[in-house]
């Protein structure tokens, strides 16, 4: 019943006169011209490709530990805008109407103008509201997740669903990864970390702001991460159309290798021991195609969380899979077990998804995936391989060390 919820007010400060609400002005995107675009290598530039794209397949820790101070972690908004003016209200009612209509009736008489970036909002109603104008104007906002801005010069209260945060970090790469990593798994934009101050900045509504916060809140809680390490490969087969041979990874590598298969709507999963890993698997697929490897990195899933791996980020822009990317659901239950949701995505929409569960020193191994599904006319296929480890965060009240 939210959208017909009725704020209510305790504060107790004088009268403010409504009066008829005056036409609210909306916000029109400009368009770009066509012109000039950036050049290749620049426009691959990635400043988050070291600490992304560099997998130490020798030194693999399958459990190691973080410390994290909640204490030097917030969200912050990027800006904060004027102060609004002092003003006072007294038995502000008004019945279900878009909370903006509402809000454009508040600050009418304070000759204050509004502009909407993205209305309507909710609809909502109150009746008798006592208080600051800005206390309303905040619970009104909060009420119907839009967030606003004042431009004291212009006399503008400018509101939207959407708002400019940033998160300081600890310099710890398993825990930037984390944040990171479930900010861009719960489709947050416009992404950028300040590698020097270990500062995230994103785009949010109010419902993915609060889950930032709450993923802050639960990393104070001494939680688990998984950390996946990633290897992507294109394997074409040697004799053509007829595809690779997988049956005999069982003659490769022992039939007690594999200890899982499970189909998806597209491709197999395989659930494998630690003989099928980064540095053996080049040898079978020698032996029945030529391979090379597209993309190589790292994500980190907060235990129950849903985080996010972009193929591209760490391959070639020009590559068919560069649009690729790995959403993981991962849980760790009280007997070590883990119980992992993989969906792999384009931008043309979900290719296929699995549901699995393995022991911690157990691959992944994701077959079967078509050039078709990325539109290109070449016969091969894409192979994902995927390794999990443990990542323990640890509370501390001292500065942590990079780990």
């Known amino acids: 019943m939210r959208r017909f919820a009725v704020i209510l007010c305790l504060l107790i400060l004088a009268s403010c006169t409504v009066r008829t609400l005056e036409p609210v002005e909306m916000y029109k995107p400009k368009k770009h011209p066509s012109g000039p675009v950036t050049t290749r290598n620049a426009a691959i530039f990635n400043l988050e490709a070291p600490l992304r794209c560099n997998v130490n397949w020798d030194?693999?820790?399958?459990?190691?530990?973080?410390?994290?101070?909640?204490?030097?972690?917030?969200?912050v908004r990027d800006t904060e805008g004027d102060a609004l003016p002092r003003y006072f209200v007294k038995d502000f009612s008004f019945a279900t109407m878009p909370s903006e209509e509402a809000v454009a009736r508040l600050v009418k008489q304070a000759g204050i103008r509004i502009v909407v970036k993205d209305g309507p909002y909710l609809k909502i109603s109150a009746e008798k509201l006592r208080g600051e104008m800005k206390d309303i104007i905040d619970m009104i906002?909060?009420?119907?997740?839009?967030?606003?801005?004042?431009?004291?010069?212009?006399?503008?209260?400018?509101?939207?669903?959407?708002?400019?945060?940033?998160?300081?970090?600890p310099k710890s790469d398993a825990i930037l990864l984390g944040v990171l990593d479930v900010i861009r798994g719960n489709g947050i934009k416009d992404v950028l970390v300040d590698w020097e101050d270990m500062t995230i900045t994103f785009t949010a509504d109010s419902e993915r702001k609060a889950k930032v916060e709450e993923l802050i809140g639960y990393l104070d809680k001494e939680p688990i991460l998984i950390a996946f390490d990633v290897n992507v490969f294109r394997v074409f087969p040697k004799d053509g159309k007829n595809g690779i041979k997988w049956q005999s990874l069982l003659n490769h590598y022992g039939s007690s290798a594999i200890k899982l298969s499970s189909r998806g709507v597209l491709g197999r999963v395989l659930v494998t021991s630690s003989e099928i890993n980064s540095k053996n698997i080049g040898s079978f697929f020698l032996n029945n195609a030529s391979f090379q490897q597209i993309s190589e990195g790292k994500f980190v899933v907060p235990n129950s969380w849903r985080s996010r791996f972009d193929v591209g980020r760490c391959g070639r822009r020009e590559d068919p899979e560069s649009d690729l990317s790995i959403l993981s659901k991962a849980t760790l239950d009280e007997n070590n077990r883990l119980s992992t949701e993989i969906t792999l995505d384009t931008?043309?929409?979900?290719?296929?998804?699995?549901?699995?569960?393995?022991?911690?020193?157990e691959n992944f191994l994701i077959i079967g995936i078509p050039s078709s599904a990325f539109g290109s006319s070449e016969e091969f296929e894409t192979v994902v391989l995927m390794s999990p480890r443990i990542v323990r965060v640890v509370k501390t009240t001292a500065t942590s060390k990079k780990k």
Do not use: C, H, W
């Open 59 to 75: 030194e693999q820790e399958i459990i190691s530990a973080v410390p994290f101070n909640k204490a030097a972690v917030e969200v």
């Open 141 to 169: 906002s909060s009420a119907s997740g839009f967030f606003y801005t004042y431009d004291e010069k212009n006399k503008i209260l400018n509101l939207k669903r959407e708002e400019k945060f940033r998160v300081k970090m």
């Open 347 to 361: 931008l043309r929409g979900e290719l296929t998804k699995f549901d699995v569960r393995n022991r911690f020193g």
